[in-house]
């Protein structure tokens, strides 16, 4: 099952429950901190997976032994000042921008609706991370719960 496949169907399904409505600010700042940290963590683990997975056509070295070894087999000169490795930064991190063909993900913004306190008594009490049966459905209700009776 793919990985955002999982995320997909959860959120739908609790749409489809009337347990979140994609047009109150509540409901979507609870289902990002519930579900962002969870599709990442998540991502991370398919990413790691797939660079060390073997390649049969590449004598089965994995995705992290290729790009290991082209950096051994030519090795790119290291900066010599302090302008340079500046320059090199912003060119690998303007890729994708100048064309709009990399935006990443873009969410609608959300306002937090806790207080700095309850926010952070709110990370303290639910951990997003842990394991869940529902896919996360039992910690967004969690989140959503909290939200509701402490919101300012």
Do not use: K
């Not at 959120?11 to 969870?38: I, K, S, W």
């Amino acid at each position: 099952m793919a990985v955002s496949s999982v995320h997909y169907e959860t959120l739908h399904n609790l749409e489809d429950e009337g347990l979140l409505d994609p047009t109150d600010g509540v409901h979507m700042f609870c289902a990002q901190h519930t579900f962002l940290p969870r599709l990442q963590r998540d991502l991370d683990v398919f990413r790691q997976g797939w660079d060390n997975h073997p390649l049969r056509t590449e004598r089965n070295l994995s995705p992290q032994q290729l790009w290991t070894l082209g950096l051994h087999q030519n090795p790119v000169d290291t900066p010599d000042t302090v302008e340079e490795i500046e320059d090199a930064y912003l060119d690998v991190n303007s890729i994708g921008e100048l064309d709009g063909s990399n935006p990443g993900v873009i969410l609608p913004s959300v306002e937090c609706p806790l207080s700095e306190e309850d926010m952070a008594r709110l990370r303290d009490t639910v951990n997003v991370t842990r394991p869940s049966q529902s896919h996360g459905r039992d910690i967004y209700l969690d989140v959503l719960n909290f939200v509701l009776t402490h919101r300012s």
